[in-house]
């Protein structure tokens, strides 16, 4: 069975401060363990990532994931994150 390491970066925040306004003030570019919030992740985005970042970790591919990746936007809309399956 697959096992891949999944990275999830801050591909864009759609805020003119171009820092996130939730609790985790997240920036452009910061880069996240989907298994463990760290450095600090909304809790809400980190519910939303989850799933697929679990879905890409044991399958070789998603109908919907492109060479990219995945970007998976927070629920309250103000984050794009990008996974993606990082192959040895």
């Known amino acids: 069975m697959a096992n891949y390491a999944i990275s999830c970066v801050v591909t864009e925040v759609k805020t003119e401060s171009k820092c996130c306004p ?3 003030r997240c920036k452009e570019g910061e880069t996240y363990s989907p298994r463990t919030p760290v450095p600090s992740m909304c ?5 939303a ?3 697929m ?6 399958s070789e591919r998603m109908v919907f994931e492109s060479d990219d990746g995945i970007i998976v936007t927070c629920p309250d809309g103000y984050v794009q994150y990008n996974l ?3 192959k040895a």
């Open 49 to 51: 990532l989850h799933p």
């Open 53 to 58: 970042a679990l879905s890409m970790r044991f």
């Open 22 to 24: 939730g609790s985790a």
């Open 84 to 86: 993606k399956r990082l």
């Open 43 to 47: 809790g809400r985005a980190f519910h």
